[in-house]
């Protein structure tokens, strides 16, 4: 993953404790978050066989209310928030009004709002784009981060850790769907959300309550050999599920249709900012540019930046790269233009002075059985 340190760098409040358990720190969107604790290819075979529990307390958490919130956030966001009905959630994005991507976000609905939940690298510019519609009408916009901090469950016992926590029994949840329950003694909203291709929980903590629910799920998890994974690990886990990250394989250069993220968007809805030229894109039956999966052949590993070629013909760009431990192979994310989306195309990508062989493939890359 790209770390770009912010002007001023936060950490998160669990950092002493994942020291203590072996945590390597590093710097992530201008966060010191965990990056490792034992061996990164190790937690990656952790989290597809059993379970691993992630430090996602870097996300921002924006609470939206008032009588015209609904309307107002409905008008913002590429997805239909109004269809949203309490412990229901959605995938969602801010666009400029010429369609680029500003932010992704995840959208639960509240009994009496929405809960926005953003990636660390877009929170405060989401914040700084949203608040200014509350002197529109009765919108409400609260920055709520610190009553929501995220851990995550990921993997095949996820469920079965859940079950093993949970103060109340944990229904079975949409992606993006939650209940509110008790957890080490803290009020918490319990998210299914995948990070990592397999089954996956979000928890969202208040500040105060993250030592213990941490230590909590550690504690209960154990029988069902759950085990502290870092940041690295989730990135090439993420690559492997075909999951685009905001500022390293798209950014305010990108439409919306050029993430491949289709969930998020709703082509039925009405106006919203951007909505035109997601519109034209999809008239036209194509866009110029897409996210991709490519199979890298070989030991060498490209890195992101690296150029993508059909022949002599430049197709694109390498966004994510990382050796896939569930693979066994090298594989990436990359921007490839129009015309060269086909699985089973042959490309080559140019690495520094080596010339790699590599074939696009159908995202994702890791299917679970």
């Known amino acids: 993953?790209?770390?770009?340190?912010?002007?001023?760098?936060?950490?998160?409040?669990?950092?002493?404790?994942?020291?203590?358990?072996?945590?390597?720190?590093?710097?992530?969107?201008?966060?010191?978050?965990?990056?490792?604790?034992?061996?990164?290819?190790?937690?990656?075979?952790?989290?597809r066989k059993e379970a691993g529990l992630i430090d996602l307390s870097y996300f921002g958490a924006i609470r939206v209310g008032g009588i015209e919130g609904a309307q107002f956030l409905h008008g913002l966001v590429t997805n239909d928030v109004k269809s949203l009905e309490k412990g229901q959630g959605m995938r969602a994005?801010?666009?400029s009004g010429h369609g680029k991507v500003k932010a992704l976000c995840r959208i639960l609905a509240?009994?009496?709002?929405?809960?926005?939940?953003?990636?660390?690298?877009?929170?405060?510019?989401?914040?700084?784009?949203?608040?200014?519609?509350?002197?529109?009408?009765?919108?409400?916009?609260?920055?709520?981060?610190?009553?929501?901090?995220?851990?995550?469950?990921?993997?095949?016992?996820?469920?079965l850790i859940m079950k093993e926590v949970c103060f109340e029994p944990v229904p079975?949840?949409?992606?993006?769907?939650?209940?509110?329950?008790i957890i080490a003694g803290h009020h918490v909203i319990v998210v299914r959300a995948s990070h990592t291709g397999e089954q996956g929980y979000d928890i969202l903590v208040p500040q105060e309550g993250l030592k213990d629910v941490w230590e909590f799920l550690l504690l209960k998890g154990e029988f069902h050999s759950i085990s502290p994974v870092g940041l690295k690990a989730m990135d090439s886990l993420?690559?492997?599920?075909?999951?685009?990250?905001?500022?390293?394989d798209v950014d305010e250069n990108n439409m919306m249709l050029e993430?491949?993220?289709?969930?998020?968007?709703?082509?039925?809805?009405?106006?919203?900012?951007?909505?035109?030229?997601?519109?034209?894109?999809?008239?036209?039956?194509?866009?110029?540019?897409?996210?991709?999966?490519?199979w890298v052949e070989g030991e060498h590993l490209p890195a992101r930046g690296d150029r993508i070629f059909k022949e002599d013909k430049d197709i694109g760009h390498i966004t994510s790269v990382t050796r896939s431990e569930a693979l066994g192979a090298i594989i990436a994310l990359g921007l490839l233009k129009y015309g060269f989306f086909d699985a089973g195309t042959q490309v080559s990508i140019r690495s520094g002075e080596a010339l790699l062989d590599a074939q696009i493939v159908d995202l994702p890359f890791y299917k679970k059985e």
């Open 238 to 248: 993420r690559i492997e599920a075909g999951i685009p990250v905001y500022g390293v």
């Open 110 to 159: 509240l009994e009496d709002g929405f809960l926005v939940i953003n990636d660390p690298q877009t929170h405060e510019k989401v914040f700084k784009y949203v608040f200014p519609f509350s002197y529109a009408g009765d919108f409400k916009v609260d920055d709520v981060s610190d009553q929501h901090r995220c851990i995550s469950v990921q993997g095949p016992k996820s469920g």
């Open 172 to 181: 079975t949840l949409a992606e993006h769907g939650w209940i509110s329950t």
């Open 1 to 47: 993953m790209v770390e770009s340190r912010g002007e001023q760098e936060k950490g998160s409040s669990l950092n002493e404790v994942l020291v203590s358990k072996g945590a390597i720190l590093s710097d992530f969107f201008g966060w010191t978050m965990a990056e490792s604790f034992i061996d990164p290819s190790k937690e990656q075979t952790a989290v």
């Open 93 to 95: 994005a801010f666009l």
């Open 259 to 294: 993430t491949g993220l289709s969930d998020a968007v709703s082509f039925n809805k009405g106006c919203y900012t951007g909505q035109e030229a997601v519109a034209m894109a999809t008239y036209r039956g194509h866009v110029s540019k897409r996210i991709s999966g490519i």
